[in-house]
């Protein structure tokens, strides 16, 4: 397997403040990795660090197979790394022509050379003519992707580039910039807190939490079988409750409910994701009481307060039901389980 990048035992810190603690991981080459967490947690930290921009206390940096940071230092011009930042990082006094042609030889900056960049964007040669200011601002990113990518990099690194723009820009942006990306078989490292966005883009998924990573593995591994409770939890919504575990299966106040294999046994808890809760018709099995409705267009999410055996009103799930519901608070329902439950030890 070729790697474009490998980084190990990575640390990071700026005066008493650890930001970066034992980071360790490799990037296949022509993949497409997303690092996610919530703010604070180090991502943008560790994207400056693989480009080049500042140096870490600890650990080593190659790209391609080329230490770049720790037992030898290349500065960010020498390392072949494309960097798109949050806001673009335009030039606000140069035309959108000068800006992506910064990113080219002087030689190679001529007028034909900057339209086919404008055009593995999807924008118009004509917009070469224009500022920054007179650009929407997903026509903006994708002048600093262009701008990236006229440099020919190994490695394209993507700084939250969408966070800035509104809902339907933002996925149109981004199925642009990873059409354009796979396209060019380009390396890619996107960070981002928007667990959705992380699922959707990148062959591989790389969880942080306050310097370290957590998990790494494809989207759908760390949907469906996050390594703890805090990252399921930030990956999306999560119906987490106390269960006895043994011989495959949970007892909890959703019932019998089958676990995934993991070596959990005894007092646990366990991690449902809101559409393995399904609502059945008869009333039979599980039963609650609709608490609250939240509408979210295409579908709903409904918080059911749990009854217990005895009829006693014990704990709160929510289930996610696609499409419209005439359910309202106070209603009472059934449920039932679908799949299985992650198991993790108290």
């Known amino acids: 397997m070729t790697y474009a990048l490998k980084v190990e035992g990575l640390d990071k810190s ?9 980071v360790t991981f490799a990037v296949e080459a022509g993949s497409t990795t997303a690092i996610v967490g919530p703010s604070g947690c180090g991502k943008t930290t560790l994207l400056r660090l693989i480009a ?16 770049v940071a720790g037992g030898g230092w290349a500065p960010a011009h020498r390392r072949s790394v494309g960097y798109v930042a949050q806001d673009g990082a335009l030039f606000p006094h140069a035309t959108v022509g000068a800006n992506v042609g910064f990113g080219l030889p002087r030689r190679a900056r001529t007028a034909p050379r900057i339209a086919e960049l404008l055009e593995m964007v999807s924008l118009d040669p004509s917009y070469a003519a224009r ?30 580039p969408f966070s800035a723009l509104d809902a339907g820009l933002r996925a149109n942006t981004r199925r642009i910039v990873a059409d354009v990306l796979a396209k060019a078989a380009i390396t890619t490292i996107l960070v981002t807190h928007d667990q959705p966005e992380a699922l959707s883009f990148a062959d591989r998924v790389a969880v942080m939490s306050t310097g370290c990573l957590a998990q790494i593995g494809t989207p759908r591994e760390i949907y469906s079988t996050p390594i703890d409770v805090p990252t399921a939890q930030f990956i999306g919504d999560a119906v987490v ?19 995934a294999s993991n070596g959990v046994h005894g007092n646990a808890r366990i991690m449902l994701r809101p559409e393995q809760i399904e609502l059945t018709s008869d009333g039979a ?6 608490v609250d409705v939240e509408f979210l267009g295409s579908e709903m999410l409904l918080g059911i307060r749990l009854d217990n055996a005895d ?24 449920i039932r389980v679908l799949g299985k439950a992650v198991a993790y030890e108290l």
């Open 285 to 290: 099995g599980i039963t609650g009481t609709v």
């Open 311 to 334: 009829g006693v009103v014990s704990e709160r799930v929510t289930v996610r039901r696609f499409g419209a519901t005439a359910l309202t608070p106070g209603d009472r329902v059934g």
């Open 52 to 67: 080049g921009f500042e140096k870490p206390d600890a650990g080593t940096i190659a790209l391609a197979g080329r230490v």
């Open 241 to 259: 409750m106390s269960a006895h575990v043994d011989r495959g299966r949970a007892h909890c106040a959703l019932g019998d409910v089958t676990v």
């Open 14 to 22: 700026f005066g008493a403040s650890t930001i970066l603690r034992h």
């Open 131 to 160: 500022r920054p200011d007179e650009l929407s601002g997903g026509q903006q990113q994708r002048v600093a992707l262009a701008r990236a990518l006229a440099r020919e990099p190994e490695l394209m690194l993507l700084d939250e």
